[in-house]
C-alpha cells in the first residue's frame, strides 16, 4: 500500500466518523477527544508528505489510525461505512535516502511503546467491563509492539514503524479516555 492510499483511507474514515453519545455528556466530551486527536495527526500526515518527508507522514497516518479505530472499538466514534485496514496490503518501500531516518524513527518508536506500555495500569476495577477493555487495549497495543519488532529484526522498517505507532495510538487514546493510569514516566 502507498503512503498516499493509507491517507485516502484515514481522511474516508475521518469524514464519515459521528459522535454518536448525546452532547454534554462525558462519553461525547471523549469521543471529542478520540476524533480531534486522529485528525490532528492526520493532518500532520499529510503535512510532513506534502513537504517531502513520508517517514513521518507514515507514522502520522498510522497513529491517527491507531486512534480511529480504539474509538470505533470503544463505542465512542461510529462511521458510516466499515474502515478498511490499513494493514490489508504490504507497505510501499521508501527511496533510499529516506533509509536512516526511518531505521532511527523506528527504533525509537519501538522504544518509546515499550515504555508507554510499562508506565500504565489499568485504572477501572477489575470487575467492570471497563477494565476489560482497557486489557484488550493493552493486548492490542502489546500485539503491534511485539509484531513490530519481529518485523524491524527482519527488515521490514516501513511495516514495523506503522506497527509501533498504530500499537502507540491505541494506547494514547486509552490514556486519554481514562482507561489507564500512568505510574510511571509519562
Same mark, same amino acid.
Given at each position: ?11 474516508? %474514515?475521518?469524514?464519515? /466518523?459521528? @459522535? ?19 485528525? /490532528?495527526?492526520?493532518? !500532520?500526515? #499529510? ?16 497513529? %491517527? ?18 474502515? @478498511? ?10 527511496? #533510499? ?16 511503546? !515499550? ?7 489499568? %485504572?477501572? !476495577?477489575?470487575? #467492570?467491563?471497563?477494565? !476489560?477493555?482497557?486489557?484488550? @487495549?493493552?493486548?492490542?497495543?502489546? /500485539?503491534? /509492539? ?35 493510569? @500512568?505510574?510511571?514516566?509519562?
Amino acid at each position: 500500500m502507498k503512503i498516499t492510499e493509507c491517507q485516502v483511507l484515514l481522511t474516508s %474514515a475521518l469524514s464519515t /466518523a459521528r @459522535i454518536p453519545a448525546p452532547e454534554n455528556t462525558h462519553y461525547h466530551r471523549n469521543a471529542g477527544r478520540v476524533l480531534e486527536m486522529a485528525q /490532528a495527526y492526520e493532518y !500532520d500526515g #499529510t503535512r510532513f508528505f506534502l513537504s517531502g518527508d513520508p517517514v513521518n507522514a507514515l507514522a502520522g497516518f498510522y497513529y %491517527a489510525f491507531g486512534w480511529v479505530h480504539f474509538g470505533i472499538s470503544s463505542g465512542l466514534l461510529t462511521t458510516k461505512e466499515p474502515v @478498511i485496514c490499513p494493514f490489508k496490503a504490504p507497505l510501499e518501500l521508501l527511496q #533510499t535516502p529516506f533509509r536512516a531516518k526511518i531505521e532511527e524513527k523506528t527504533i525509537r518508536y519501538e522504544h518509546l511503546l !515499550d515504555l508507554a506500555m510499562t508506565s500504565v495500569i489499568c %485504572a477501572p !476495577d477489575p470487575a #467492570t467491563t471497563s477494565h !476489560d477493555f482497557a486489557r484488550r @487495549i493493552l493486548c492490542i497495543a502489546g /500485539a503491534y /509492539a511485539r509484531h513490530g519488532v519481529h518485523l524491524r529484526k527482519s527488515g521490514e522498517l516501513e511495516e514495523a514503524l506503522a506497527g509501533f505507532s498504530y500499537g502507540h495510538g491505541w494506547l494514547d487514546a486509552g490514556v486519554t479516555t481514562g482507561f489507564f493510569r @500512568i505510574v510511571a514516566e509519562r
